[in-house]
């Protein structure tokens, strides 16, 4: 059953009210989708709103035909419907200002239907520019037109530009006045596009001038406005309208030079800006008449340049732009440059003038454009500067910054491939200076001072990046260099980078020169130059001429070597595991697959009598079986595992090193079960017994990980609660060492979420008020909440940090009400722990005990975390610390002064505490402002220079509360 055509009657009761007019509009729209009736029937029945002489009237039909339009699907209407509603409307464009909000909505709609005619874009558009303007349209349905102009100029282009000069003079003015922000920010994203592929013809200068009227851009987005539109966005879409068409070029510049010379920083940037847009839009052949203008004020800004690094910036970017664009028009690019380089290189003579920085800017701007014709200048002026210094007898300083600029000059030209292009005369000149400089050290009155180090190093980085250029005879000084460097026996040089890079392109050269030179004379050097050697072939083993040779040696020094001195076998093993540290995955692999690298270390730590074997051997055996075992297969993991671990005794230091290798980072899904209990047993067992700290902290650790990853069954559990039951006795006995081991393991079981964990916690807060151990106690809450960097705790529960501060809170909170100083001590370790989020939650509750911790002559460490809390709180301007800075005030004060309890950390955290206090509301610090700045007075006196520093700081704050321009 098809919908009965709206009568007079229904359509005027649609007419008086907003809502029923929008509510039939959709109905209607329905209908005509459904294909009830025609539109020309709605036309007609509607007739009476849309020809009647009430403006009102209309101005109701009007927006009903619109909203009906603004609803239908674009691919509904007909070609000869859309035309007839084209001459309604383009013939409504001459009523009433009142009814034109709706015709916009009517032609916004039709615009974008898919059968549009495209002819009557045309018809359209000219009856719009001559009948109305834009701007004399409310803010809401300028947007509209904004966005249907840019919806046409990217869908009816030929259209459009066979408007020629009557569409581009139309949208001129309707541009013209703009100041709405957003309606701003539609133009300018529309309209670069617009500008470059539509002819301006002769209204181009027009045009032009409609955008420079807005620069520089001044606009304060407002605060409240989520998704504010930022001036800092418009001005860059500004910029680029400015710079659409080459037609602007003449007119940019003089813009952009004109409103650089003002007094305005945000003016300055954004002409410096245009300028770029400009060097990077426009053709060399169009900037070209304007770039004497344009040298001249980047001078300005940059030679030598005010105290502001953006400007100086900007400036050379600006700069850098221009000369890279002109790069490929050799005539115009030697002209810059020469111009350029004529202002510049005269300053490049004298590194005391004041001058110099600025020029090298420059200089390195113009290498990086033009390598070349550039480089090869400014390098002949260093040349020539070089050669008339005495490099034995004049200071190293002036040589070390023309090094460094000499070394940046090549590194970018290396970059643009243009290194070979440097004139090979000028280049080898200033290399044999830079050798010449590098084998000082050859001579016997060298004095190894800073500046004769600077001056190695600046040398050792020229000829880093010269490497593609260095001659033969050139690279045999250079090698005997290097065999010197590595032998003296002072001097500490790393030319690791410039090695590598030989090596890649002169291998044999390489090899024979250094390399076998070293590995040849190695066992007679000292263990200094030993570790030089280590540290400067380790970087040359991942290219393949020389893998092998110095593995050799390695392995050589590791495990082949007899009655190898202790030092010299740990220099080996430090090195190994500086190799595996920067070397990837393949490699380890392969090297334990090649070598049996794992097997040959342990036995390495055990074939040696266990005093004879230093532990910081059996440290660095440690940390590469870990290291190696972290890159294995998890099945190689396993059968390691397998193989190894039943043998090992872990009352034995080397047993116990090499187990923390193999376990310590194992694979979570590797299955300990076979080996748990026994495990768990002997660790506890050694921890208790020895007095030796450094193994029982690795008992401590491989306890804390072994539960964490524990899979989660009956008897693990078990074994675990027997343990736990074995530290309890021994804690009723007195046994201190039980305490800590217990929290090591409670931090495992936390971590991982394990019920078990609460129970463990609980009996550790019952201690803190025992008699012997309530210290160890205390400690061992900062077991639990400490991060450990060098722990694997692979199974981490979810919000474990929040569930364990409510466990603590369950366990110990009545206890705080009634507290002693081991409880205030645990509850300031547990808070660091705890998110802050959390910690805002229950301020109300937690702030009290924050300030008592802090009254109470706690250690140094509490004291620092709780301020270091309280810190995070007042930089955040926390409402509940401002309403108790009576209490938090007096508090600081004291701490900040000089007494034996107060350590210096402390005096800075309460120093920095009171200065971040400043950052609060001006009225709520007056009333405490002459005390705290009378009682900070002896702070200016304290022993210690960083506390002085800081309390003149918070001093100066306090003071300038309540100032002009101060406090807030």
């Not at 209607?28 to 009830?36: E, F, Q």
């Not at 007739?47 to 009903?64: C, H, I, K, Q, Y």
């Not at 102009?149 to 020629?164: G, I």
């Not at 460094?404 to 090979?424: F, G, H, M």
């Amino acid at each position: 059953m098809t919908a009965p055509t709206p009568t007079r009657a229904s359509l005027e009761k649609a007419l008086k009210s907003d809502a029923k007019l929008q509510k039939t509009a959709k109905d209607i729209a329905k209908d005509l989708s459904a294909g009830a009736y025609d539109i020309a029937l709605l036309a007609e029945e509607l007739g009476f709103a849309l020809t009647s002489p009430d403006m009102v009237e209309r101005v109701g039909g009007t927006n009903l035909l619109s909203s009906v339009l603004v609803a239908l699907p674009e691919d509904l209407l007909g070609a000869e419907q859309l035309e007839f509603l084209t001459r309604f409307y383009t013939d409504r464009l001459r009523d009433h200002h009142n009814v034109m909000p709706a015709i916009i909505d009517g032609i916004q709609a039709m615009v974008h239907m898919k059968q549009l005619p495209r002819k009557c874009v045309v018809d359209i558009l000219q009856a719009f520019f001559q009948y109305t303007t834009c701007q004399s349209q409310t803010r809401g349905d300028r947007t509209k037109l904004f966005n249907t102009f840019k919806y046409l100029t990217e869908n009816f282009k030929p259209e459009l530009q066979a408007m020629a000069g009557d569409f581009v003079y139309g949208l001129i003015n309707s541009i013209d006045g703009e100041r709405d922000p957003r309606n701003l920010d539609i133009i300018f994203s529309f309209m670069p596009d617009f500008i470059s592929t539509y002819p301006l013809l002769h209204l181009a200068e027009e045009m032009f001038e409609i955008f420079a009227c807005y620069f520089p851009i001044d606009f304060n987005p407002s605060k409240q406005d989520p998704e504010a539109i930022t001036r800092d966005d418009l001005a860059a879409k500004l910029t680029k309208c400015l710079v659409a068409n080459n037609e602007f070029a003449e007119w940019a510049v003089a813009l952009a030079l004109e409103k650089l010379e003002s007094d305005l920083l945000v003016a300055k940037l954004d002409s410096l800006e245009l300028l770029h847009q400009a060097a990077i839009k426009f053709p060399p052949s169009v900037l070209e008449p304007h770039f004497e203008q344009i040298w001249q004020a980047l001078k300005a800004e940059t030679f030598p340049g005010g105290d502001k690094e953006e400007l100086v910036k900007a400036s050379l970017q600006a700069l850098k732009a221009l000369l890279q664009r002109a790069s490929n028009v050799p005539d115009i690019s030697h002209s810059y440059q020469s111009t350029i380089l004529g202002v510049i290189l005269t300053h490049l003579s004298d590194v005391n003038q004041r001058l110099f920085h600025p020029a090298t800017s420059l200089a390195l701007v113009c290498v990086a454009s033009d390598a070349p014709f550039a480089a090869t200048k400014i390098l002949n002026t260093f040349l020539i500067k070089l050669e008339s210094m005495d490099l034995q007898t004049s200071p190293p300083e002036q040589r070390i910054q023309i090094y460094r600029i000499v070394t940046q000059i090549y590194k970018i030209s290396a970059l643009n491939e243009d290194l070979n292009k440097l004139d090979a005369a000028i280049v080898s000149r200033l290399q044999d200076d830079v050798i010449a400089a590098l084998r000082l050290f050859e001579r016997e009155d060298f004095d190894v001072k800073k500046e004769d180090l600077e001056l190695q190093k600046a040398a050792l980085n020229v000829l880093s990046e010269s490497v593609p250029i260095l001659t033969e005879s050139q690279r045999a000084l250079v090698y005997k260099a290097f065999v010197q460097l590595i032998s003296h026996p002072i001097l500490d040089l790393d030319f690791t980078q410039i090695t590598q890079r030989l090596g890649a392109l002169q291998p044999v050269e390489l090899q024979a020169n250094f390399i076998d030179i070293s590995i040849r004379n190695f066992g007679i050097f000292s263990n200094f130059i030993k570790r030089k050697i280590y540290a400067n072939l380790l970087p040359l083993i991942p290219q393949m001429a020389f893998t092998q040779r110095i593995l050799d040696l390695l392995m050589q020094q590791l495990f082949t070597s007899e009655k190898l001195e202790p030092d010299v076998r740990q220099l080996a093993l430090e090195a190994l595991n500086t190799l595996l540290t920067q070397e990837d995955q393949h490699f380890i692999v392969d090297l334990q697959q090649q070598s049996n690298l794992l097997h040959k270390l342990i036995e390495l730590a055990q074939k040696t009598e266990t005093d004879s074997m230093p532990s910081e051997s059996l440290e660095q055996i440690s940390g590469a079986l870990s290291r190696i075992m972290q890159q294995l297969p998890l099945s190689e993991q396993s059968a390691i595992v397998s193989e190894y671990l039943p043998d090992l005794q872990l009352h034995l230091s080397a047993d116990l090193y090499i187990a923390k290798g193999l376990l310590g980072y194992l694979h979570q899904d590797i299955s300990l079960d076979d080996h748990f209990e026994r495990l768990l047993n002997d660790l506890t067992k050694l921890s208790l017994s020895s007095d030796n700290e450094k193994l029982r902290v690795i008992a401590h650790h491989l306890l804390c990980s072994l539960v964490n990853k524990m899979d989660n069954t009956p008897e693990n559990r078990g074994k675990v609660k027997k343990v736990l039951v074995q530290l309890k006795n021994a804690i009723k006995e007195g046994d201190g060492k039980a305490v800590e081991i217990s929290a090591w393991i409670a931090k495992g079981l936390v971590v991982a979420g394990f019920e078990e964990a609460g129970e463990v916690v609980g009996d550790l807060s019952d201690l803190l008020k025992h008699p012997t151990l309530s210290t160890a106690a205390a400690v061992a809450f900062d077991i639990l909440a400490a991060e450990f960097p060098e722990l694997d705790l692979p199974v981490v529960k979810f919000l474990y940090k929040q569930k364990f501060f409510h466990t603590i809170m369950g366990k110990m909170g009545n206890k705080l009400a009634n507290y002693c100083v081991q409880h205030l001590k645990a509850f300031i370790y547990v808070l660091k722990a705890t998110p802050m989020a959390v910690i805002k939650l229950n301020i109300e509750k937690l702030g009290p005990l924050l300030f008592k911790s802090l009254e109470e002559p706690n250690d140094a460490k509490s004291l620092c975390i709780a301020l270091g809390i309280c810190e995070k709180f007042v930089q955040q301007q926390d409402a509940y610390f401002q309403g108790h800075l009576n209490h938090l005030i007096p508090i600081c004060l004291e701490l900040s002064k000089n007494k034996e309890q107060h350590t210096m950390q402390v005096r800075i955290a309460a120093l920095q505490l009171l200065y971040d206090i400043t950052k609060y509301p001006t009225f709520v610090l007056l009333p405490h402002k002459v005390d705290v700045t009378l009682a900070m007075a002896a702070a200016l006196d304290d022993p210690k220079r960083l506390v002085r520093n800081v309390a003149v700081k918070a001093r100066n704050a306090w003071f300038l509360i309540g100032a002009p321009n101060g406090g807030d």
